[in-house]
Structures are given as structure tokens and as C-alpha cells.
């Protein structure tokens, strides 16, 4: 279960000092949240998906796929991990420390310890703050939830084994090579 630690308000300047210490540390709202490091299967899926995703996007110049641990700053009170991260190129948000700004699409790998806040709290946070696409992988059930971004809210896609991203046409993700 994620740990959430009672705080005041934390920003970006508290992140910066909470300790290297193999856990995933994150503020959302103010809040500090913690995670344990993921399980090895739960890493597997991030890098099957990320290699898709960087072979469509990253090798062919479009914009950068980044892995976890990255810091994406969405503002001074909203500091998160994602597992992946995409950022179109003409999207000029990252920087040599961190993301700063909104991605064009970021990815959650569920884990029994991150799953409320996953499916709950961050896909409020990545809503309201303009996030185009979200999706929560459930690597353990073998299911992808596509959330598109349309008039300020989420819509769920419906897709079979092959997930077409909805900001580049030509970019699918084949969930048969992930699994």
C-alpha cells in the first residue's frame, strides 16, 4: 500500500531533499507520498511497452519516451514518477533534471502498493492538469485502460490487442509483445 505521509503543503524545494533510498517518493497536492520499488514483472512490462513506444516515437524523431525514475514537475505542489513518459517533440518541457510541464502522454504500471493511487488520485491530478493521454496498465489482469483527454475530461477507448496512441496515427502498441 502507498504510503502517504502527512505534510503541509510540500513543493518541489522539499523533494529535492527527501533521500535516495530506493523507494518512490512523490508530492500530489502537497502530499507526500511513498512507494516500494516495483516487483520484476511490473519492470518487464514497462520496458516492453517503452520499447515499442521508443522504436515509433524516439527512433523516428517525434519525441522523447523516457523510463522511470523521472521527476515530472506538472506544478510547484504536483511532483510525480510516472513509469513512462512521452513528450512530443515540439513539447519543449524537459530539461537535464526533470519534465517541467505537462507530457503529452504518461503511463502507470499498477502495483499492489500504488494501484488507489494509480487509478484514483493521479488520473485526477493528470486530468485536471491537461494530460492528453493516460493509461493505467494492469500487468498482473494483462489489461491496458486508454484515458484520452477530450472537452477537460477522460474518455476511455476501446481497443483489442493492438493500441493506436490518439496524438500520432501511425504509432500502435502491439499488448501481445508486452505480456
Not at 512507494?35 to 515509433?56: D, I, K, W
Not at 494530460?131 to 472537452?151: A, K, T
Not at 476511455?156 to 490518439?166: F, L, M, N, P
Amino acid at each position: 500500500m502507498s504510503a502517504r505521509i502527512a505534510s503541509q503543503h510540500l513543493t518541489y524545494a522539499d523533494y529535492v531533499c527527501f533521500p535516495e533510498d530506493g523507494k518512490r517518493h512523490e508530492i500530489i497536492g502537497g502530499d507526500h507520498y511513498m512507494n516500494p520499488a516495483p516487483s520484476t514483472y511490473h519492470q518487464y512490462v514497462s520496458r516492453r511497452l517503452q520499447f515499442q513506444l521508443y522504436s515509433l516515437i524516439e527512433l523516428k524523431g517525434l519525441g522523447s519516451v523516457i523510463d522511470a525514475p523521472v521527476d515530472v514537475q506538472l506544478s510547484e505542489i504536483d511532483i510525480v514518477q510516472p513509469d513512462l513518459v512521452v513528450v512530443l517533440t515540439e513539447n519543449r518541457i524537459i530539461t537535464p533534471s526533470k519534465v517541467k510541464g505537462r507530457p503529452d502522454h504518461l503511463i502507470e504500471i499498477l502495483s499492489p502498493s500504488s494501484q488507489s493511487n494509480d487509478q484514483v488520485l493521479k488520473r485526477k491530478l493528470y486530468e485536471r492538469v491537461g494530460v492528453g493521454e493516460y493509461w493505467i496498465v494492469d500487468p498482473f489482469e494483462h489489461q491496458l485502460e486508454q484515458l484520452v483527454l477530450e472537452q477537460g475530461g477522460y474518455v476511455a477507448r476501446e481497443h483489442g490487442d493492438i493500441v493506436t496512441v490518439s496524438y500520432l496515427a501511425d504509432v500502435t502498441v502491439d499488448l501481445n509483445s508486452v505480456w
